[in-house]
């Protein structure tokens, strides 16, 4: 009896004794694997390797802000120098997303050319985001116009208190390039971050991913017509409220001619409207409009009409470009600057939705007769002596 007991006894301490063992190596085993894991993550980073999306940050995160000062500026650039030469690799996660501008899972010399660019004015950098709007409405208090979706809300830094209202943005992110009108302001925003329009963000990125790397410049409106003198509803003689609308570039000084022949200077509020608190009189109203680049445009006779639009006389011209004109392509490829005479190759780029839509191009729309064939995804144009806009034309289907 005592010998099976202590059989009993043995044999269960040896089932214990096996049972420890196993744990014991499992878990030596999650932990190597857990370094192992650890290990490939930063070997992927001093690499250079892929990493996952397009390495989404946090909204309180600036895209560009390596170091996490909140700005892009020559400690940034010079981040990404010694990255790039091996003096220190960038390894933490979200620097690594911040540093990848294109959006190619990279830190290379694309990214420190974008880096020297943004140091030096030439654009800016920042993240999109998208949002239901059809251009009206919002911070900017402009009308809707029907069928235009190439619109953006700026945040509050770049709003400037409505200064950048109207202006006409060139933005590009990891899908490609297009161009916006601000039309309203995005309050929660970092610096150099925008809010399309939810029409035309999968233009330049996957709605899935819900917010991309960016960067952008101004750039000229297209147009032909003059620009537009807008009274606010509710304006008169004894408190005048006067909106720029349809201007190639931003504005930056309103004046009216005073009853003295002096032009006075009216302040610009929040919601993009000139207001004289005062009133600017019964007579009719010389006006002096300035742009960002110090253009001016002087408008006469112009009658007071509450809730109504005045045309002016003429539009800003475009800023000496080289002697080169501007080729705008909406929901595509080409764009640039070119000479007249040039032949311009220009592709479509098919929108990507998360709704099960599908896109199937129709043609390409264009102020120009020397589309070779508009009915075509790749074709080519000769540029004329003039600012040309393509837009591709496109029909939605269900998936």
Not at 62 to 72: A, E, F, H, K, L
Not at 100 to 113: E, G, H, P, V
Not at 277 to 297: E, N, P, S, W
Request: glycine content about 10%; charged content about 20%; proline content about 4%.
């Amino acid at each position: 009896m005592v010998k099976q007991i202590f059989g009993v006894i043995w044999r269960g301490l040896l089932v214990s004794l096996i049972i420890l063992l196993i744990v014991n190596t499992a878990g030596c085993t999650t932990n190597e694997v857990k370094k192992e894991s650890q290990h490939v993550t930063l070997l992927n980073l001093n690499k250079n390797v892929s990493l996952s999306g397009y390495g989404y940050l946090p909204l309180s995160r600036r895209y560009g802000d390596i170091n996490g000062d909140s700005q892009v500026n020559q400690e940034d650039l010079k981040l990404v120098r010694d990255h790039l030469s091996g003096v220190k690799l960038i390894t933490d996660q979200y620097a690594f997303y911040a540093a990848d501008i294109n959006a190619d899972n990279l830190i290379n010399n694309q990214d420190l050319q974008l880096f020297q660019r943004c140091v030096n004015g030439e654009i800016n950098i920042g993240g999109a985001t998208f949002y239901g709007t059809d251009g009206g409405g919002g911070n900017c208090s402009f009308q809707a116009i029907p069928g235009d979706y190439f619109v953006s809300a700026m945040n509050t830094v770049d709003y400037a208190g409505s200064a950048i209202c109207g202006a006409y943005i060139e933005l590009t992110g990891p899908r490609g390039t297009i161009t916006v009108r601000i039309t309203d302001r995005l309050p929660e925003g970092n610096k150099g971050d925008m809010d399309l329009s939810e029409k035309c963000y999968p233009y330049i990125g996957d709605p899935i991913a819900g917010r991309v790397p960016i960067y952008w410049k101004i750039v000229p409106g297209n147009m032909s017509t003059p620009i537009v003198y807008h009274f606010k509803e509710g304006s008169n003689p004894y408190w005048t409220a006067v909106q720029i609308v349809n201007h190639r570039y931003p504005i930056k000084k309103f004046e009216y001619r005073t009853a003295s022949g002096e032009f006075k200077e009216v302040k610009r509020e929040y919601y993009n409207y000139f207001v004289e608190t005062a009133g600017m009189g019964f007579d009719k109203y010389t006006f002096r409009v300035t742009d960002i680049y110090g253009q001016t445009l002087i408008d006469n006779n112009i009658t007071h009409l509450e809730n109504g639009y005045i045309n002016g006389a003429a539009q800003f011209p475009v800023v000496n470009s080289g002697g080169k004109y501007r080729l705008e392509v909406k929901g595509g490829y080409g764009g640039g600057y070119y000479s007249k005479g040039e032949e311009v190759a220009i592709s479509w780029l098919k929108p990507k939705f998360d709704n099960h839509q599908q896109a199937s191009f129709k043609k390409w729309l264009s102020n120009i007769k020397t589309i070779e064939n508009s009915l075509s995804t790749e074709t080519k144009l000769i540029m004329p002596g003039a600012d040309v806009m393509v837009e591709a034309i496109y029909d939605l289907s269900k998936e």
